[in-house]
């Protein structure tokens, strides 16, 4: 079964306290180091990872149950969904969670979800 668009303010989901779209990363990048001191670099890719951090705080118990439920319909990082940047409006394809945390907070009782969802490249 197709796991379900994320779930942005636009169809329902939890209003987002932060976004943030993180630098491109190439993790495909290779060096070979040669015994003059040289060296050459390659790209197995030429495009690189985009990731967004994705903050959800002051959740009712319902919004954190769609974001959780979301998660696990995806089985965490395995299954890939289409994510439509609410800021920009473009919609990315194939996007996985990288993680999903519940942090804690020692003073204060706050329902919190932090995400990095990753667009791997083709």
């Known amino acids: 079964m197709p796991v379900s668009q994320y779930p942005t303010e636009d169809i329902g989901g939890p209003k987002i306290a932060l976004i943030q779209k993180l630098p491109v990363t190439f993790p495909g990048a290779t060096s070979k180091e040669f015994k003059d001191g040289g060296a050459s670099y390659g790209l197995s890719n030429a495009n690189g990872l985009q990731k967004w951090l994705i903050l959800h705080q002051g959740l009712t118990t319902a919004e954190a149950a769609t974001l959780d439920n979301h998660n696990a319909s995806a ?34 009782t706050m329902t919190e979800r932090r995400t990095v969802l990753v667009k791997r490249p083709v």
């Open 75 to 108: 089985n965490g990082i395995y299954g890939g969904f289409t994510f439509k940047d609410p800021r920009t409006g473009v919609t990315y394809t194939d996007v996985h969670y990288e993680t999903y945390e519940y942090p804690q907070h020692k003073r204060i």
